[in-house]
């Protein structure tokens, strides 16, 4: 009994030096610049940027968005689209498509997801969960015109998909999402997602593991790096905490998220995505049993999708397709 014992105490001790290894030493590296999603965005023309506006969340914290009113000549418009965008950026990026809804005559609102721009210590929460909380606080602070229409690009798209498929779907009339991340695990993920990320595996899954027996005192640890230039480390957001990374996706049984979808939902993505593998997000849908209509871009890249004219007008005819039933 007392070998037995032994056995059993020396195992521990090696299992918990393998835990804290993993954690001071398995997380992530810096992946090298991935030209085509830093090169984009440097083209881009801020100088009417509007200005950055606040709401209070639930927890007392000032989170940042950014308002394109509709470019009306009257009262009306066709309701609202709150824009989230994609991994590691911040409202500035979304700002073609956020001009190109308003000049269509919907209210946009580009928000600073929490972790990210002006909202809050960039890359990490404080829980799990906190960003569904925030979009909620935001939808009754704000008052958007309806209908409202959530649209989210890339990580955005995957907890726009995350929305959907929760208790608060009830939140938009309308969901759509951009190039989505769904899953690791899902056929449209490529390694690497393409090149932009690096995860350090071993701290993830000690994280997991820590979490699954109720303890998130190291979820606060970065998980994630991106594939940022140099001169955009400072800019943006270039490494994701374990809470942050769990959060700003759909929950990890994705197909369950798919099938819970009870709202209006559609996705369009470039065809020449080099981050997720486009071609497959319609099998995606379909073995989840959803009827998610899915347009696939000839000639747009995974960034093309939020920056390029065609795609541009392609994203606003596809929400003014939710908006006209409403119409009637």
Do not use: C
Not at 71 to 100: E, I, K, W, Y
Not at 246 to 254: L, V
Request: proline share 7%; no cysteine.
């Amino acid at each position: 009994m007392k070998i037995a014992a032994g056995v059993i105490l020396v195992i521990g001790l090696v299992l918990t030096s393998a835990l804290v290894m993993a954690l001071i030493f398995g997380g992530p590296s810096q992946p090298p610049a991935m030209a085509g999603i830093n090169e984009p965005f440097k083209n881009l023309d801020y100088s009417d940027l509007p200005a950055l506006d606040h709401y209070q969340a639930r927890d007392g914290s000032q989170l940042a968005y950014r308002h394109y009113p509709a470019a009306t000549n009257d009262d009306a418009s066709n309701g609202s689209v709150v824009l989230l965008h994609g991994s590691s950026a911040d409202s500035r990026s979304l700002h073609p498509l956020a001009m190109a809804y308003a000049e269509a005559g919907f209210n946009a609102y580009a928000l600073d997801v929490r972790g990210h721009g002006d909202s809050g210590p960039r890359g990490d929460i404080t829980y799990i969960g906190q960003l569904e909380d925030d979009l909620e606080d935001f939808v009754d602070a704000v008052n958007p015109d309806t209908p409202l229409t959530l649209t989210g690009f890339s990580a955005g798209g995957g907890f726009a998909l995350r929305i959907a498929g929760s208790e608060r779907s009830d939140l938009f009339a309308h969901y759509l999402l951009l190039s989505p991340f769904i899953s690791q695990e899902a056929p449209t993920h490529r390694p690497g997602t393409g090149g932009w990320t690096n995860v350090g595996i071993p701290r993830y899954i000690s994280i997991a593991l820590l979490n699954q027996l109720g303890i998130s005192a190291f979820n606060h640890l970065p998980v994630v790096r991106f594939a940022l230039a140099e001169d955009a480390q400072s800019l943006l957001t270039p490494a994701y905490s374990f809470s942050l990374a769990q959060n700003y996706r759909p929950q990890a049984d994705y197909r369950a998220t798919l099938q819970a979808i009870d709202q209006p939902t559609r996705l369009i993505a470039g065809r020449d995505d080099q981050v997720l593998d486009s071609t497959q997000f319609e099998t995606v849908f379909q073995h989840a049993s959803r009827d998610v209509p899915v347009t696939l871009l000839p000639g747009i890249g995974h960034v093309g999708l939020v920056v390029a004219p065609d795609a541009l007008e392609a994203i606003i005819a596809e929400t003014q397709e939710f908006v006209a039933p409403d119409e009637q």
